[in-house]
């Protein structure tokens, strides 16, 4: 037999070693990646729940502008909220804290100018009778369920990819690769006081 030298044992230790770190840094680096593309994906169904909202709105309006022709200035600030709302996007590859409070500040503003909407119906019997109006309101509280559960999916995906880029030793790699931690939806201000109704 024989004798191996010390230098082939050391090479192939050596490769050996090179062949473990890249494993790990391949798998950890494309499970990365798959956690980022999970949270794009889900932010592009966030962003569809609000169009479906938004889409709603201006047959809402044409259809409350009938029975309700001198509350224009309800209707016109349900107009410019959609306008604003629509017009907030944020690129979910670069997404933080600040682009995402200012998108939900444009959308909690649409939210506000349709409840003081829905207020306003109240005082039109006929309005609120008219089968067109139901069925958008049907379809507007449907889509507030909908944007609640997309929120909600968003966020625990992005607890899913922060809890795994934040963990030993994937941290190391998320910094070399350049992967942020990404920001949550968070509930309103004043949100965890109970609304006060009076009758």
């Known amino acids: 037999m024989k004798k191996i030298s010390k230098g082939w044992i050391v090479a192939a230790v050596v490769v ?10 391949k798998g950890t680096y494309n499970k990365m990646v798959t956690f980022d593309e999970g949270i794009n994906s889900q932010w592009a169904q966030v962003e569809n729940v609000y169009q479906r909202r938004a889409d709603l709105i201006p047959n809402l309006v044409s259809t409350v502008k009938g ?7 309800t209707l016109q600030n349900v107009v410019e909220a959609r306008s604003k709302a629509t017009s907030v996007n944020i690129d979910p590859s670069n997404m933080d804290a ?8 444009a ?7 349709l409840s003081r909407l829905l207020v306003v119906v109240e005082k039109y019997p006929d ?3 008219n089968q067109s109006f139901l069925d958008l309101q049907a379809q507007l509280e449907g889509t507030e369920n ?6 909600r999916a968003f966020n625990t995906v992005v607890q899913d990819y922060n809890s795994y880029i934040r963990a030993f030793p994937q941290l190391f790699y998320a910094g070399i690769f ?9 509930a309103d201000s004043g949100a965890e006081k109970a609304p006060e109704v009076k009758f």
């Open 16 to 25: 050996i070693l090179l062949i473990i770190i890249y494993s790990s840094v």
């Open 127 to 129: 309005l609120k009778a």
């Open 146 to 151: 909908r944007i609640a559960v997309e929120r």
């Open 98 to 105: 600040n682009s995402l409070q200012q998108f939900q500040a």
């Open 67 to 73: 029975y309700a022709e001198f509350e224009q200035e």
């Open 178 to 186: 350049g992967f942020d931690k990404r920001a949550y939806f968070e």
């Open 107 to 113: 959308q909690d503003g649409l939210s506000s100018a």
